[in-house]
């Protein structure tokens, strides 16, 4: 049975609250443990992606559909000149992304950087995992339920 259009917002929703903010999260936070100018590009990048992803709750609460490309590797990927067609280029933008802030999570876990946050940081770093973490387990609760 294929999905109502309400169902797919809804299920675009929850992607941008449980994915795209905490990524943005992640790459602000993680730029922010770097002392000096060397976490900028990051704070600058999660900023930027913050603001896309703002506009796309917007857009899928008033316009029912998302107004950009889900982050910044997205919009960068879909301007690249290629043969394959702008959604695939933009699916590779959103593999990149994921990688990237998987990545982070990666580099501030195993470098230890998480102890060179601040105490209200580490406690949105850590809303930005639980976030994440609780939406990957209701998005693969809602596949299996859709494919019951």
Same mark, same amino acid.
């Given at each position: 049975?294929?999905?109502?259009?309400?169902?797919?917002?809804?299920?675009?929703?929850?992607?941008?609250?449980?994915?795209?903010?905490?990524?943005?999260?992640?790459? *602000?936070?993680?730029?922010?443990?770097?002392?000096? *100018?060397?976490?900028?590009?990051?704070?600058a990048l999660g900023a930027i992606d913050?603001?896309? $992803?703002?506009? $796309?709750?917007?857009?899928?609460?008033?316009?029912?559909?998302?107004?950009?490309?889900?982050?910044?590797?997205?919009?960068?990927?879909?301007?690249?000149?290629?043969?394959?067609?702008?959604?695939?280029?933009?699916?590779?933008? $959103?593999?990149?992304?994921?990688?990237?802030?998987?990545?982070?999570?990666?580099?501030?876990?195993?470098?230890?950087?998480?102890?060179?946050?601040?105490?209200?940081?580490?406690?949105?770093?850590?809303?930005? *995992?639980?976030? $994440?973490?609780?939406?990957?387990?209701?998005?693969?609760?809602?596949?299996?339920?859709?494919?019951?």
């Open positions: 049975m294929k999905p109502s259009a309400s169902d797919t917002r809804w299920l675009e929703l929850m992607e941008v609250l449980t994915v795209g903010l905490p990524f943005c999260g992640f790459k *602000v936070l993680a730029g922010l443990s770097f002392s000096g *100018v060397g976490g900028a590009p990051l704070v913050a603001v896309i $992803n703002t506009v $796309n709750v917007l857009g899928l609460l008033f316009a029912r559909r998302r107004l950009l490309p889900a982050c910044a590797f997205s919009v960068a990927a879909r301007l690249l000149p290629s043969r394959r067609p702008a959604p695939s280029r933009e699916d590779l933008g $959103n593999a990149l992304d994921v990688l990237f802030s998987f990545s982070l999570v990666a580099l501030m876990i195993g470098g230890d950087r998480l102890r060179l946050l601040q105490p209200r940081h580490l406690s949105g770093w850590n809303v930005c *995992v639980i976030i $994440n973490v609780l939406g990957a387990g209701l998005g693969w609760l809602g596949q299996s339920l859709r494919g019951a």
